[in-house]
């Protein structure tokens, strides 16, 4: 069984950066793929970022590309997204989460077997 710990939410302000953190354990996590995503007060939960197991391919929700990045570290079973020139409409709850499957469909929540508790970011103008 997979569990997933993410770290490093809070509040910042407008333009300001913050890098969330997800610690995985159990068996093989690194050869899980690994997903960002968020949900908003009384929106639905949406794709942000994803990455392979290896590393080697990524994707991006249009609305954070060129500002988030999304990397990981299999020798310290983590993966991380730093997040820069934040907006307010950034503020959400963050979710990582793993899956065993690579492909397009890895930027929908439902490709996820596997989902952390959550971390709050909030962006204050």
């Known amino acids: 069984q997979v569990q997933l710990v993410e770290s490093g939410g809070g509040l910042v302000q407008v333009g300001g950066s913050l890098r969330l953190s997800c610690e995985l354990s159990?068996?093989?996590?690194?050869?899980?793929?690994m997903g960002w995503f968020r949900q908003a007060p009384g929106k639905e939960r949406e794709f942000v970022s994803a990455i392979s197991w290896r590393g080697a391919s990524t994707y991006y929700a249009r609305s954070v590309k060129g500002r988030f990045s999304i990397s990981r570290d299999n020798a310290k079973n983590t993966v991380s997204l730093q997040m820069n020139s934040l907006k307010p409409e950034d503020t959400a709850v963050y979710y990582c989460?793993?899956?065993?499957?690579?492909?397009?469909?890895?930027?929908?929540?439902?490709?996820?077997?596997?989902w952390g508790q959550g971390t709050q970011v909030t962006v204050s103008s």
């Open positions: 159990g068996p093989t996590p690194s050869r899980y793929s």
């Open positions: 989460a793993a899956t065993s499957a690579w492909s397009e469909y890895n930027v929908r929540s439902n490709t996820y077997n596997y």
